[in-house]
């Protein structure tokens, strides 16, 4: 089993939609969770920490289910910018952090 | 501005040379790390150094060798020993000398092999 897993997509959206996506982990003793955004042949770049609380940053809500080990990521009113690659990171056994393969988003208007 | 810069953006490299991967940051980071991502593939941690002068093997480090001279400086270099070098490479690091902290990646450098 990966320590990282995400369905690949592509999730083709139109604008305006609600999208979501899930991410499981392996490492039950992981402490840190987090989300990047990569463009397509740019660097990821920091989307939003996730907390056990869960988080929100405008359109974006991030949750975390530790008793069935996976985080999501809930997008609302995508945006044509928001396409892009969303790589789901979690803290793998080691320590180190583990990114999963992505899930690529296409928003069309 | 503060950040992390990569060069070159682009490389070519015959079969047979070693290459030289630059890495500088400016945000005062102790840790700093290497990474590969091939298509499709989440991003492969190769080196990574928690402090000057000490580094660690990531899970794909056959082929590489790096160097922490510096706090600002991490170089990457892809030996002749690294059979499938073709790859984008990414370079960042994190606050602190917990490797479980969030990351910021410079541009990273594509390097091809002819």
């Known amino acids: 089993r990966k320590e990282v897993e995400q369905d690949p997509g592509p999730f083709n959206v139109p604008e305006g939609a609600t999208v979501a996506f899930n991410c499981t982990y392996s490492n039950s003793a992981s402490q840190s969770f987090f989300w990047y955004r990569q463009d397509c042949r740019k660097e990821p770049k920091l989307l939003m920490s996730v907390y056990s609380s869960g988080n929100e940053d405008g359109r974006f809500t991030a949750q975390l289910n530790r008793a069935s080990q996976y985080i999501s990521l809930l997008i609302r009113d995508s945006k044509l910018s928001d396409s892009a690659t969303y790589l789901c990171v979690v803290q793998g056994v080691g320590g180190k952090l583990v990114f999963g393969a992505g899930t690529i988003l296409r928003v069309k208007s | 501005d503060g950040g992390i810069t990569q060069s070159p953006k682009y490389l070519f490299r015959k079969e047979g040379q070693n290459v030289t991967l630059s890495c500088e940051q400016n945000l005062n980071h102790d840790a700093m790390y290497w990474y590969r991502q091939d298509p499709g593939q989440g991003l492969r941690l190769i080196y990574y150094?928690?402090?000057?002068?000490?580094?660690q093997k990531g899970d794909i480090a056959e082929g590489y060798s790096v160097s922490r001279e510096k706090k600002e400086s991490f170089p990457l270099t892809v030996t002749s020993a690294q059979k499938n070098p073709t790859a984008f490479y990414l370079c960042?690091?994190?606050?602190?000398?917990?490797?479980?902290?969030?990351?910021?990646f410079g541009p990273g450098t594509r390097l091809t092999v002819l």
């Open positions: 150094s928690q402090i000057v002068n000490d580094f």
């Open positions: 960042a690091s994190s606050i602190g000398t917990a490797i479980y902290n969030e990351q910021f």
